[in-house]
């Protein structure tokens, strides 16, 4: 017998439970959705979250978003159902593709493979905090220019593991490139425009006086 | 099939000039005498827009995150269906309990099939629409279902064996009802292409090559699954839709619901891959949309049904697998005597699966050509069209063929394939390509690179060039229509409901309204996606440019000639003396005497004006088909069986192309989809329990960017003259050669021959072992 999950809207201000209500409410069937609770709550708060929804203090794009849901919602979820940033998007659910990439403080995460109760306490930056229709980021722009894009799906998770890349590596060569991109797939076959794009990102980058070595930049 | 009808009401003739601009040819054109002036070679140096490179225009919503996909869609109050599909690939259905399901909390509508019949694993069995995602999967789970399992067979070399289990009574099976049958087979069907008497020209052959050769079952695995949302307000449903064919949508879902067309709206804006696996209302192997529609109406809310990655491998198409037999006669000097091409291809529980375009249409100079064609049923998923359906298989086979006669003859495959080509367009193809790849590095004798000039080899590495041709057609769709809207205050919309699949379709249509109306192709609005607007075709065949680009030009022409009506009496000049350009109206003979659009708008009587026209009908074309052929370089590991791709050339007529940037993205693409084809590509099912293996995108290898090539796209235009913008449809044509273009190139390197896809380690090494021993 499956344990009954409760209306979205019942334990609305519940953050935590203890662990003795929780097992008194879900029966031990359960366990398998409790989950140990990350970063700054595991300080704050007592370790097992759940079954019912709970609060969600995500940061987004630099801000501050409260999310209700339960806590074995990915991540991925939680920004597309309930944040409406459909940016990131569902292609495997199993970190096969890279549609999902969201940068959590900075580094890039397939974000169908976290929590999003294990987000709290960390920056989440989604391809929507990277750069807007009218003032695209030059990764972004360079995108458009050489058309490395035809039906978009895979679009949001290059353009946010190519910003990581370039973090990291501001003048990446070829090689540099294709490990950077290399847990994202399109099957439209952009690729060969995407490096493109990625290189020529590079050579906009304001950081990339000639006198600096990438080292130097790093 | 190509169309090079001539309309039967009267006409008005044309003198055109159409082929490659180095060697125009004049024509003698008979368009509709609704139509215009077809844009042909000469028009090309006066184009303010057409045939520049453009960004489309979407670009920035889609690297944004902001562009909008059915996948994207939420609306007040929406659930979350979800699919159940059948768990066992041949079985009766005893009983669906889905007691437990309605049971639990969240859970608000429950559908289950009214079928008996289950004939491949993935079959649609039952659905939940609940108040989110993890609740319906929670109830999918609590949906019990009872079959009584039948034999089943599951891979169609399996299926043609005379004791394997029958997946169809004989009288039930979908295709072919004229065909015979046996067993599980249904032929063989004649090609539309067969000529001459092969016999004859096998007795008059001096050297012949026989060689099976085999493809296995593709995915389409477009990233954005199928699905739908669905929502009722009273009798009207509105539908979002992820699909090639918004109007077959709009008609098959309002069909099976019994429903008027007026009451159902669908619609798509932003479309997240398809390949030919949505054109139909759902799917070939689901009802999902209607379902949806189902769950929405009991339920009392919208139903978001995505399926996930797993159902999209199983029941919404794939391309058929195929076993070929190529039988080739030829002279000493490679005069193809006649050609034999027999194919065997298993849709699942579908029929279709023919391949034989290619080998009908290629090396047309070889006078004796007959193809017999049997589709096999297996208890899989039903396919769907495919990128060019049948044609990557069979050009496989074919070409294949022809490079292991070419090796027979002691011939380079390029010259065998001149000296049978028929067609002036990839005659004038062959060298152009044969430049940009180096043909002349090849190895001059297959595995040897001391005869070729491609360097050394790197320890185990060794490299080789391939080629192989590809065909494809002129296809049409006359129920194309377009609305121009020209506003007092000059504003321009563009309307028209036809989808836009990612293929840069919007930034063409915006390009060709604002080239005929002499205004920037963003200062036109275009409206698309919804059935609202006026019908446009299904993007399958490659028919959504030219068959909507030549209405778009037409309707803009028509209220580009209102506009010159009204500018006329403030230039003191008679409306046909004038020409437009850059916003502005002018005296054609003397560009000084000149009036703004917006001007002339302000002069309309009423606050619009509008034009709405169908397509004319497509006449005489230059040439039937549309030529293309490729070049690949590669690199083989010979102790592990490694293929790397490392360099291929894609040339290919494309008409005219309106806006050349995203005209060569479809082309690189395909090219790429193609390589992963030939190389990964492969749904495998369980032959103890008839389910797939890989059903996701980690065991079903794409090519990534880590295994990525220097990959080029060479246009050779054609002014086409099949309609009056002379564009052609270019998505489906380049991933015709691009799998024997790389298994050739294998041989090259090696002198190995693999004749089974997809090329991955384990075939490569045993064609490496059966190369030794010969």
């Given amino acids: 017998m499956a344990r009954r999950p409760p209306p979205p809207d019942e334990g609305r201000e519940q953050t935590s439970f203890s662990r003795r209500s929780f097992l008194k409410s879900a029966g031990v069937s359960a366990a398998a959705t409790t989950i140990v609770g990350a970063g700054e709550r595991a300080e704050a708060a007592p370790a097992v979250l759940g079954p019912n929804a709970v609060t969600l203090n995500l940061r987004v794009n630099g801000a501050v978003r409260p999310v209700t849901v339960e806590p074995r919602v990915t991540l991925l979820d939680a920004l597309r159902n309930e944040l409406d940033l459909t940016g990131a998007k569902p292609v495997c659910e199993r970190g096969g593709c890279g549609a999902c990439t969201v940068l959590l403080d900075g580094a890039p995460i397939a974000s169908c493979l976290l929590l999003a109760a294990d987000a709290e306490g960390h920056e989440v930056t989604t391809v929507e905090g990277i750069g807007t229709p009218e003032k695209m980021s030059p990764l972004q722009a360079a995108f458009v220019e050489k058309d490395a894009l035809q039906c978009g799906f895979c679009t949001p998770g290059f353009v946010v593991a190519g910003t990581a890349l370039l973090a990291k590596t501001p003048r990446p060569t070829l090689d540099q490139i294709k490990a950077g991109l290399a847990g994202n797939i399109c099957r439209c076959g952009t690729y060969g425009r995407i490096f493109e794009a990625v290189q020529a990102a590079a050579a906009t980058r304001p950081s990339q006086a000639p006198s600096q070595t990438p080292s130097q930049r790093r | 099939m190509p169309q090079e009808q001539k309309p039967a009401e009267p006409t008005s003739t044309f003198q055109a000039k159409a082929g490659l601009p180095a060697s125009p040819q004049p024509l003698e054109v008979h368009p509709a005498t609704t139509d215009i002036k077809p844009w042909d070679l000469d028009n090309v140096a006066g184009f303010e827009h057409v045939g520049k490179p453009r960004p489309r225009i979407e670009g920035p919503l889609k690297v944004t995150g902001k562009a909008k996909y059915t996948f994207d869609i939420k609306l007040p109050g929406m659930l979350y269906g979800r699919m159940i599909g059948a ?35 993935g079959q649609d069995v039952a659905a939940v629409a609940a108040v989110s995602p993890d609740v319906a999967r929670d109830a999918a789970r609590l949906v019990k279902v009872s079959y009584k399992e039948r034999p089943f067979t599951h891979e169609l070399r399996e299926a043609m064996k005379p004791d394997a289990p029958r997946v169809f009574n004989l009288d039930r099976m979908p295709s072919g009802r004229d065909l015979g049958r046996n067993g599980n087979l249904a032929g063989p069907r004649p090609s539309r292409s067969n000529r001459g008497d092969v016999e004859k020209g096998f007795a008059e052959a001096e050297v012949v090559h026989e060689g099976t050769y085999y493809c296995p079952v593709h995915t389409h695995s477009p990233l954005e699954t199928h699905g739908v949302v669905a929502s009722w307000e009273g009798e009207q449903l509105t539908i979002y839709a992820s699909t090639q064919a918004l109007f077959a949508v709009r008609e098959g879902v309002s069909e099976a619901l019994g429903i008027d067309r007026k009451n159902v709206r669908v619609i798509c804006d932003h479309m997240g891959g398809g390949f030919g696996s949505k054109l139909g209302p759902s799917a070939t192997g689901s009802a999902f949309s209607v379902v949806a529609c189902r769950l929405a109406k009991q339920a009392g809310a919208p139903v978001k049904l995505m399926l996930d990655r797993h159902q999209e491998h199983l029941c919404t198409g794939n391309a058929p697998s195929a076993l ?38 290629l090396h047309g100079k070889n006078p004796n050509f007959k193809a017999e064609e049997w589709d096999v049923f297996t208890n899989a998923g039903p396919s769907a069209p495919l990128r060019a359906p049948g044609h990557s298989q069979g050009a496989f086979g074919l070409e294949s063929a022809i490079d292991e006669l070419a090796e027979k003859l002691g011939i380079d495959p390029l010259e065998l394939r001149k000296k049978n080509e028929a067609s002036p ?11 940009a790849i180096g043909w002349e590095r090849r190895n001059r004798k297959a595995g040897d690179m001391a005869t070729g000039r491609l360097g050394a080899a790197l320890g185990p590495r060794k490299r080789g060039l391939g080629m192989a041709n590809g065909n494809w057609y002129v296809f049409a769709s006359e129920n194309s229509n377009a609305q121009v809207r020209v506003h007092r205050d000059g504003s321009v919309e563009l309307i028209t409901g036809c989808q836009d699949i990612g293929t840069g379709y919007r930034t063409a249509m915006m390009v060709v309204a604002a080239e005929e109306l002499g205004i920037e192709p963003g200062d036109v609005a275009l409206r698309l996606g919804d059935t609202q607007f006026p019908e446009g075709p299904g993007s399958g065949g490659s028919v959504t440019t030219n068959s909507m680009a030549p209405v778009v030009r037409l309707a803009a022409n028509q209220a580009r000639g209102k506009l010159f009506e009204l500018a006329a009496p403030l230039l003191g000049a008679k409306p046909e003396e004038l020409d437009a350009a850059h916003g502005k109206i002018f005296l054609a003979s003397d560009k000084t005497k000149v009036v703004g659009f917006k001007q002339a708008a302000a002069k309309m009587s009423g606050e619009s004006i509008e034009v709405l026209v169908k397509r004319p009908k497509q006449y ?27 360099k291929m050339v894609s040339v290919n007529d494309c008409g005219l192309p309106v806006n050349p940037l995203t005209t060569q993205s479809q082309v690189l693409g ?39 090539f220097e990959a080029e796209s060479i246009l050779t235009p054609v002014a086409n003259m099949g309609n009056n913008t002379s564009t052609a449809g270019i998505g489906e044509p380049p991933i ?39």
């Fill in chain 2, 620 to 646: 005489e074309t230059f040439r039937g088909d549309i030529a293309g052929t490729q070049f690949a370089e590669v690199e083989v590991d010979v102790e592990t069986g490694v293929v790397r791709v490392v």
């Fill in chain 2, 736 to 774: 015709v050669p691009t799998l024997a273009a790389v298994a050739n190139a294998v041989f090259n390197a090696t002198s190995a021959r693999v004749r089974e896809l997809p090329m991955t380690p384990d075939r490569v090494l045993q064609a490496l072992s059966e190369a030794r021993r010969a």
């Fill in chain 2, 670 to 708: 395909a090219m790429i989809q193609g390589a992963s084809w030939a190389l990964f590509e492969n749904r495998v099912l369980d032959r103890n329990v008839g389910t797939m293996v890989n059903p996701n995108l980690e065991m079903y290898k794409i090519l990534a960017p880590a295994d990525m």
């Fill in chain 2, 87 to 121: 768990a066992v690939p041949a079985a009766e259905i005893l009983s669906i309990d889905t007691s437990q399901a309605e049971a639990l909390a969240g859970v608000k509508a429950v559908w289950t099939t009214d079928s008996r019949v289950v004939r491949f694993a």
């Fill in chain 2, 324 to 361: 070929m037999k190529v039988k080739l006669g030829a002279k000493k000097d490679g005069t193809l005597t006649a050609a034999l091409y027999q194919s065997w291809g298993s849709a699942g529980v579908a029929g279709g699966a023919g391949t034989s375009g290619p080998a009908g249409a």
């Fill in chain 2, 425 to 435: 367009v990839r005659m004038a193809q062959y060298d152009v390509g044969a430049k």
